[in-house]
């Protein structure tokens, strides 16, 4: 730990269901681990990650880890939600509003939520009411993008930024690499009012 900082916790949960377009999200794990390992505070980071998260691993993996960040990396539906794993590995949904209603049960822990997730704007727009931070995607995003977005978001993180400030790291990160898909990701801030 630097200058009395305290550690945040990453907590990374990724699926990739049988039956769905395969994503490179072990790259993206990758690039995030490299970007925090790079950083200048990678001692205040603490980084987990669970892949092929079924629905039943969602609160337990929140609940064990009580991470500051949550971050999603998988397949998005729009409304119908976001896709994980059910126990035989196929797709199952889970609804903006049951990921509103987990998350306002851990707000006092999390503060940012990533939906790394094409069109995952609803279920930003619902976790927005009870986490400080929430990043999505307005549209389909690429892996490239999605994994550069990624690695300029933790590397900003780990270099000390703000929230709202590593989310313009992100899109630079796309933007500098001329992917073209920098106005997809998106950041909600929590009304303090």
Avoid: W
């Avoid at 900082?5 to 377009?21: E, F, M, R």
């Avoid at 851990?106 to 609803?122: D, R, T």
């Amino acid at each position: 730990m630097i200058h009395g900082q305290s550690v945040k916790k990453i907590l990374i949960l990724s699926a990739n269901p049988l039956g769905t377009d395969r994503l490179r999200l072990d790259q993206e794990v990758r690039e995030i681990r490299e970007a925090i390992q790079k950083s200048r505070n990678r001692e205040n980071i603490d980084l987990v990650i669970a892949t092929a998260v079924r629905t039943k691993d969602i609160q337990q993996e929140i609940l064990y880890n009580r991470p500051q960040i949550v971050h999603f990396c998988g397949h998005g539906a729009g409304n119908q939600g976001l896709i994980f794993e059910d126990i035989n590995g196929r797709a199952k949904p889970v609804t903006t509003e049951a990921l509103a209603t987990l998350f306002g049960l851990c707000a006092n822990y999390v503060e940012c939520v990533v939906l790394n997730a094409c069109y995952s704007i609803s279920q930003a727009e619902g976790i927005a009411n009870r986490i400080k931070y929430v990043a999505a995607m307005r549209q389909e995003l690429g892996d490239k993008a999605a994994i550069e977005y990624s690695r300029g978001f933790y590397f900003a993180i780990a270099s000390g930024e703000a929230y709202d400030i590593a989310h313009e790291y992100g899109r630079s990160a796309i933007q500098i690499e001329g992917l073209g898909e920098e106005m997809t990701p998106i950041i909600k801030k929590k009304d303090l009012d």
